[in-house]
């Protein structure tokens, strides 16, 4: 496997093997991986002659400082976990390659979906999300690319940047990687103490019975049921609970037979925020 942090060195590498016409998937991720990475790194290998991932902690996408500082940095096991997957290159860019001094974001506009959930409680969000993922795009020029559904909003998001820029690329989405409690896998896992470590598969838990509750009782009970759990659950404080139709991301008052529906949550452990999701 190639570690390449240049964007000469990886235009060199990639006019070699687009030339013999490889197909290419790309992962884009903010390293410290886990299994839930990997499982989008497995996908692209299976489906491309190429796969890169690219690991970029990108600092316009954070609305807190905070949390941009306590991003985990496990760049030595990222490194051995990717080359035992079985991926060809990893891009690790540091900002200045990528930003050139000038650490902003492009504005985007993403048909609305930018103001929904996520991007109410993360303001510039999107933008800094939208920023990185078109340079990415742009470097790489993959044929294919791989998003998690952990972050459905984003993978929604991306779909629409592609329609907007006109990108010959396809985004492929990817099912979320739990551990066997349920927890969504995440880079942020790390950081909970034992005694929230523990606490924590209770969102996914209370997500998997709203979506039994969603075939008997109404979205309006499933948001009390919801926030009431959560009150008698201190430890673990509700930010959102929504549910969304999955194309526009609306919130959903009642439901249509004719439309998908999917349930969005975020949870502060302390100042750990996990985020989930579920299909109703
Ligand atoms: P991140 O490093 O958190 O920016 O994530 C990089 C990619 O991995 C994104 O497309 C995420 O949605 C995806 N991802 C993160 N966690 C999981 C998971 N548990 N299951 C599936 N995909 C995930």
Redesign the pocket.
């Known amino acids: 496997m190639k570690v390449i942090s240049e964007i000469k060195e990886i235009n060199r590498t990639l006019s070699t093997l687009k030339s013999s016409n490889k197909t290419i998937g790309l992962v ?4 410290a991986l886990h299994q ?2 990997i ?2 790194i497995e996908k692209s290998i299976a489906e491309n002659d190429i796969s890169i991932a690219s690991i970029f902690v990108n600092p316009t996408q954070f609305d807190k400082q905070e949390d941009l500082v306590n991003y985990p940095n496990t760049i030595e096991n990222d490194i051995k976990l990717l080359k035992n997957s079985g991926c060809d290159i990893v891009f690790t860019p540091n900002a200045n390659e990528i930003y050139n001094d000038n650490i902003t974001s492009q504005n985007f506009m993403f048909d609305g979906l930018e103001h929904e959930m996520e991007g109410k409680q993360r303001v510039g969000h999107f933008d800094g999300v939208g920023t990185i993922v078109k340079k990415l795009f742009e470097i790489i020029q993959p044929h294919n690319a791989y ?5 459905f909003q ?1 993978l929604q998001i991306i779909k629409k940047l592609v329609e907007l820029e006109n990108l010959n690329i396809n985004i492929i989405g ?5 551990e066997k409690d349920g927890l ?4 942020r896992n790390i950081r909970l103490s034992e005694s929230q470590r523990s606490e924590a598969p209770f969102i996914y838990k209370t997500l998997k019975k709203a979506q039994d509750k969603s075939t008997n009782i109404s979205f309006e009970e499933i948001y009390t049921w919801v926030n009431n759990e959560f009150k008698n659950h201190p430890s673990l404080k509700l930010e959102y609970f929504e549910i969304a139709e999955e194309k526009t991301l609306k919130t959903a008052k009642s439901k249509f037979a004719n439309k998908k529906y999917r349930a969005f949550i975020a949870v502060f452990a302390d100042n750990i925020r996990l985020i989930d999701n579920i299909s109703f």
């Open positions: 884009p991720t903010m390293g839930g990475h499982s989008l998003f998690g559904e952990k972050d984003q990817c099912p979320i990687y739990r969504a896998m995440s880079s």
